[in-house]
């Protein structure tokens, strides 16, 4: 089966937004679970505003897309999308996310999150 090609300036853009280290960690989050901001904020060292912007960033860009569940929002990838197949092989080198769930899981701030 041929691999499908992606217009070049659609990987040279995902490339540039997955070159920061927080949308790639989010990102590769992303891809065990959806998530919303406050879980988010509890792997990065940064203001949920922060967290916000960089998956504005993402959502933007057609990687990821949100889903409003009851009050919150959460985010998941778009496995459909035409760069998903490239983003997929990116993870595959990317560092396991297991201790990154494991702080998501424990923290269980989304049952009191306000985001």
Not at 34 to 52: H, K, R, T, Y
Not at 79 to 89: A, K, M, T, W
Request: proline share 4%.
């Amino acid at each position: 089966m041929p691999t499908r090609t992606v217009p070049l300036e659609k990987m040279v853009q995902t490339l540039k937004l997955l070159g920061d280290k927080t949308r790639l960690t989010i990102v590769a989050i992303l891809k065990h679970r959806d998530c919303c901001v406050c879980e988010l904020n509890e792997v990065f060292a940064m203001s949920q505003p922060s967290i916000s912007q960089h998956l504005r960033k993402l959502k933007d860009s057609g990687l990821i897309k949100e889903e409003r569940r009851g009050r919150w929002m959460y985010y998941s990838l778009i496995l459909q999308s035409e760069i998903y197949p490239l983003i997929d092989d990116l993870l595959a080198h990317v560092p396991d996310q297991t201790e990154n769930m494991r702080k998501i899981e424990e923290s269980k701030v989304a049952l009191h999150c306000d985001c």
